[in-house]
């Protein structure tokens, strides 16, 4: 049962517009939800994330939006750069306890 | 700060084997976390570590397991390898008190031939 979803493998977006990736989880315990971003031949590294209690949170590029009430989370990315080609993963988690997963959107920034 | 380390980052077996991995955390984390990636599935977490005692613990067989030391270095060890277990091996440290974000390391990369 995969609690956490990311139903699309793959986003081709053209340098400079918006790359919007999207998560869905069924579990509506979550209290936290993360995004990670993985670059080939390395780990997956922070990049932002927001409490249940707020509907949005953005820091610089990175805007992170979550409708509780769809179970839905969005991540918005502007403008986009080459450098944001990579694997982006969402995350959620209850109480602090572990992270469920999703199996990750490939993004890949076109010039 | 030097960041989660693990070794090796590449290793070949055969089916039956075992493997050990190693992975050091980040001076001051204790808690670490391990995790198998495969194409397509995610990271499907595989037990978490702190002080020495396994906290929590994902849906894996008893064939995968692992421990902790008191300098908070984690190694896993896969026994009687089956051709399914190659995948990406990666773990995590974070904070006691910040468990969501976790720090990982570059991966150890197994292939079971």
């Known amino acids: 049962d995969q609690q956490v979803k990311q139903n699309s493998p793959s986003l081709s977006v053209q340098e400079g517009r918006i790359s919007i990736l999207n998560c869905d989880y069924t579990?509506?315990?979550?209290?936290?939800f993360l995004w990670y971003k993985k670059y080939p031949a390395e780990g997956p590294t922070f990049l932002i994330s927001?409490?249940?209690i707020k509907d949005k949170n953005e820091d610089g590029r990175f805007t992170v939006f979550l409708n509780k009430s769809a179970k839905h989370l969005s991540l918005h990315i502007v403008p986009s750069q080459p450098g944001d080609s990579a694997v982006y993963f969402c995350?959620?988690?209850?109480?602090?306890?572990?992270?469920?997963w999703g199996a990750g959107t490939k993004l890949i920034i076109k010039p | 700060k030097a960041g989660v380390t693990q070794t090796p980052r590449y290793l070949i077996k055969t089916r039956g084997q075992q493997v050990t991995l190693s992975c050091s955390p980040i001076?001051?984390?204790?808690?670490v976390s391990w995790y198998q990636q495969t194409p397509g599935q995610g990271l499907q977490f595989l037990f978490e570590?702190?002080?020495?005692?396994?906290?929590n613990k994902g849906n894996f067989p008893g064939r995968f397991s692992g421990r902790q030391f008191s300098n908070s270095r984690s190694e896993m060890n896969v026994s009687t390898l089956e051709l399914g277990d190659s995948a990406l091996y990666l773990c995590?440290?974070?904070?006691?008190?910040?468990?969501?974000?976790?720090?990982f390391g570059p991966g150890t990369r197994l292939t079971v031939l």
């Open positions: 995590a440290s974070s904070l006691p008190s910040a468990y969501n974000e976790q720090f």
């Open positions: 001076s001051g984390h204790r808690s």
């Open positions: 570590y702190f002080s020495e005692t396994q906290r």
């Open positions: 579990n509506s315990m979550f209290d936290y």
């Open positions: 927001i409490s249940s």
């Open positions: 995350a959620a988690t209850h109480n602090n306890y572990q992270l469920i």
